[in-house]
Nanobody, 119 residues
Framework: QVQVVDSGGGLVQAGGSLRLSCAAS????????MDWYRQAPGKQRELVAS???????NYVDSVKGRFTISRDNAKNTAYLQMNNLKPEDTAVYYC?????????????WGQGTQVTVSS
């Protein structure tokens, strides 16, 4: 079995910073893509940032220059450093990992962590 746990959310003023973490544990052989999504009230879940196993990254335009995704393969952990936060960044943030147990690949989601940015 695999468990994925998101953490690091909280309440911050506009212009502040937060660092989210996404840790996977259990029957893990390797992790390919690591993605961060967010879902604001009344809106669809959107892909915010992604990082491949080789370290290539992609970001949605609205966070470019402010957010940085990274990974620590030894710890099976993904991070999202969020700087210069804006009220429109308020959402529940979820990570999604593509994990192999050595036999098959599956996607696993974290439970989500709330980020609230006050103006």
């Amino acid at each position: 079995q695999v468990q994925v746990v998101d953490s690091g959310g909280g309440l911050v003023q506009a212009g502040g910073s937060l660092r989210l973490s996404c840790a996977a544990s259990g029957s893990i052989s390797s992790i390919n893509a690591m993605d961060w999504y967010r879902q604001a009230p009344g809106k669809q879940r959107e892909l915010v940032a992604s990082i491949t196993s080789g370290g290539s990254t992609n970001y949605v335009d609205s966070v470019k220059g402010r957010f940085t995704i990274s990974r620590d393969n030894a710890k099976n952990t993904a991070y999202l450093q969020m700087n210069n936060l804006k009220p429109e960044d308020t959402a529940v943030y979820y990570c999604k990992l593509r994990i192999s147990n050595g036999i098959i690949w599956n996607h696993f989601w974290g439970q989500g962590t709330q980020v609230t940015v006050s103006s």
